[in-house]
């Protein structure tokens, strides 16, 4: 008889990972996904495409209601799971209905952080991870309200993009002093910063939010240095917290995420945590390649085969408010490093590629990324490049007919 296995959460690792148990545990389980959204599981990243106007909602669904069906999976979603009862092996979802369970999956991913500061919790304040959190951005673009977005990361580019597309007036303030300071060095996120500013959006740099002014509505932000900024909504993008409850309560140690080892198990026997929410050697990572290597890793020891997860190389490659962006492994470049940098303000294009121990350890493309995936196979390999270090700058088929000669 097919064990139950519960995975709570249907985002994309959770579809992932019923994807790949699907190939190497066909039958073995009969699988349960609880889901909080009111909808099938779908590729958030696609969230921005949908707020650009590029995409339709419906169109960002990652497998239709059939696929679910013919794996024999049970969905329920607009359901919250509320606890975890782990001698018991049970979890409490609405109604005081429980589901057990002999193997549990943690796939609860994150929250978007509010602010700490006065008005933060004025109407008109937002945060921009779900669709729900999109429909509320098109209205406000379809009033053409003045809108601020705090945060100058990966998260605060799109969305900010995303509501000037719609016909926003945008303003996006930043805390440092430059945009992505997580995935670009200076002259990149300067690059990034002026291709922004011609989409229409205006800038701050050095922006540290003190307030939201407004008596039941946002009103304006106010800025440490005494700036004010007239709004009529403010969204929040400055980052993000791993849902962690349910394992917190549950007594599965937790530090930022929820703890896991090697095949993403936690303290707890056959409770795994994956994705978004969970905590491996220390990293919880925020994006969504990682999850999906997790998810291979879990559904091979799931499937009872040997698998081991040492952690991601971290890559960033999109489009930043409309904008080509690559960024992978140590782009800044530690001390004994050797940087070489190509950097065409004219044409919108910067690349700088990072040398250590005649080994590519960083990269960081701004405009033309045609060749990120090269740069993040070499990167991730450890490949000597003696012999196309003089060439590796001008893109793969250069560099690989000089290898060749
Ligand atoms: C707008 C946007 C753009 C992004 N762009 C990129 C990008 O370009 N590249 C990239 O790599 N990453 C990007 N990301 C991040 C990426 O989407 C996430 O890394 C990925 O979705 C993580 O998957 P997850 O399954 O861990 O979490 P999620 O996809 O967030 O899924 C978690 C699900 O669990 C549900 N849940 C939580 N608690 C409970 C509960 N108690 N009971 C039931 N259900 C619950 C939540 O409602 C949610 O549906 C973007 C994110 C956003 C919001």
Redesign the pocket.
């Known amino acids: 008889m097919s064990e139950p296995l519960v995975i ?9 990972l019923v994807d790949e148990l699907a190939k190497v545990a066909l039958g073995r389980y009969a699988i349960a996904v ?4 009111p909808r099938l ?1 779908y ?6 495409s949908v ?1 650009a106007g590029e995409t339709a909602s419906h169109e960002i669904e990652l497998r239709p209601a059939a696929w679910w069906r013919d794996r024999g999976v049970t969905l329920k979603y607009g ?4 606890e975890i009862d782990v001698g018991r092996r049970e979890i409490k ?1 609405a109604n005081d209905e429980s589901i057990a369970f002999s193997r549990l999956v943690l ?6 952080l509010r602010l700490n500061v006065p008005g933060a919790d004025l109407a008109g304040v937002h945060t ?3 669709s729900r ?2 429909d509320l951005l098109l209205t406000l673009a379809a009033q053409k309200k003045r809108v601020v977005v705090v945060g100058g990361g ?2 605060g580019l ?2 900010a993009y995303g509501l000037a597309k719609a016909g926003a007036p945008v303003t996006l303030i930043h805390l440092m002093d430059r945009l992505m300071e997580r995935q670009l060095d200076g002259p990149a996120a300067q690059l990034l910063k002026s291709l922004v500013e011609r989409k229409g959006i205006k800038v701050l740099l050095n922006a540290n939010t003190a307030r939201i002014h407004g008596e039941t509505r946002v009103e304006g932000v106010e800025l440490a240095d005494g700036c004010r900024i007239d709004a009529d909504a403010v969204i929040f993008a400055a980052g ?1 917290r791993p ?1 962690v ?2 394992a917190k309560d549950a007594g599965i140690p937790v530090n930022r995420g929820i703890v896991v080892d090697d095949v993403m198990q936690t303290s707890a026997p056959d409770i795994f945590a ?5 905590e491996h050697r220390g990293i919880c ?7 999906y290597e997790q998810a291979r890793v879990l559904a091979r020891h799931l499937a009872g085969a040997p698998a081991a997860y040492s952690g991601s190389v971290v890559s ?4 930043v408010s409309g904008v080509s962006v690559f960024s992978a492994g140590d782009f800044i470049g530690a001390d004994g490093s050797e940087p070489i940098v190509l950097n065409d303000a004219r044409r919108g294009t910067y690349k700088k590629l990072v040398i250590s121990q005649g080994r590519l350890t960083g990269a960081v493309l701004v405009g033309d990324v045609g060749d990120a995936l090269w740069y993040l196979e070499l990167i991730r390999n450890r490949e000597p490049i003696a012999k196309i270090r003089a060439d590796m700058m001008f893109g793969r088929s250069l560099a690989v007919r000089s290898e060749a000669a």
Do not use: Q, W
């Open positions: 709570v959460g249907n985002g994309m690792a959770a579809a992932r609880i889901g909080e959204e599981a590729n958030r990243v696609l969230l921005s707020l359901c919250r799971a509320s979802i796939a609860t991913g994150s929250t978007p921009f991870r779900d959190d999109v990966l998260l799109e969305a993000i849902n409850a349910l994956l994705g978004e929410c969970a990572y925020g994006l969504v390649e990682p999850a960033t490659n999109l489009k």
